[in-house]
């Protein structure tokens, strides 16, 4: 594989912005191998857009969910402090809002964190020189989000009645987890999910739980 260049024929520097410290070690690990400089790494948003903003990479891997507000506030408040950015979303989550969502804040792309090493080196690259990238899967959330398959608007919508942690339950629950299965994913009390799911289906005037798996399954959401 060649080394990725710039358009000056540097090396691409990289941001890394994750809350997991063993998933960035890992991404340096691979990328740097392929002679991209990771010029800095952060955790949430306040210490991502400090690192951004002083050490004006290339490409930032952006995390989708974190502490603070998520990726999609990091970006907003990039945007306010001039220059663009180029995002890269790298993220455990395929479900369609949260690719729609991110894609719709600004970033050029989106992977799943289950790409091989060799992959992401070329996702970066490819954004860097102007490309959108994304998982097979995800291009077609994009595709039909532009094309009004999905109702965006009314899936945003939605989703802002629900807390980050209700979206979670019900994204688990709306996958056949049962409620124990779901406080062990979440490490949360069966009592706290019980009452979660309550909120849900009162929040998305619905009234079971096969129905909120077919709300989020016609949605994308699973």
């Known amino acids: 594989m060649n080394e990725p260049l710039d358009r000056s024929g540097a090396s691409l520097r990289v941001v890394v912005v994750d809350d997991h410290a063993m998933f960035r070690t890992g991404v340096r690990a691979e990328i740097e191998r392929a002679g991209i400089v990771v010029a800095a790494e952060a955790e949430d948003v306040e210490s991502a857009v400090s690192a951004i903003t002083d050490a004006e990479p290339d490409v930032v891997l952006l995390d989708v969910?974190?502490?603070g507000g998520g990726g999609a506030e990091v970006m907003r408040r990039i945007a306010r402090r001039g220059p663009a950015t180029t995002f890269l979303a790298?993220?455990?989550s395929d479900a369609a809002e949260d690719v729609i969502g991110i894609i719709r804040a600004?970033?050029?792309?989106y992977?799943?964190?289950s790409i091989s090493g060799p992959e992401l080196v070329?996702?970066?690259a490819r954004v860097a020189g102007g490309d959108a990238v994304f998982s097979p899967r995800l291009a077609g959330f994009v595709l039909d989000a532009f094309a009004g398959t999905i109702e965006v608007a009314q899936v945003d919508e939605d989703l802002d009645r629900l807390t980050e942690r209700e979206r979670e339950v019900m994204r688990l629950i709306a996958r056949g987890y049962a409620y124990k299965e779901v406080a062990k994913e979440l490490f949360i009390s069966i009592k706290t999910?019980?009452?979660h799911v309550s909120s849900v289906l009162r929040k998305l005037q619905l009234s079971s739980r096969h129905e909120l798996?077919?709300?989020a399954s016609?949605?994308?959401l699973i």
């Open 106 to 109: 600004g970033a050029r792309g």
């Open 193 to 195: 999910v019980e009452t």
């Open 122 to 124: 070329d996702a970066v």
């Open 90 to 92: 790298l993220s455990v």
């Open 218 to 220: 016609d949605r994308r």
């Open 213 to 215: 798996t077919k709300w």
């Open 111 to 113: 992977v799943t964190k």
């Open 65 to 67: 969910h974190m502490p």
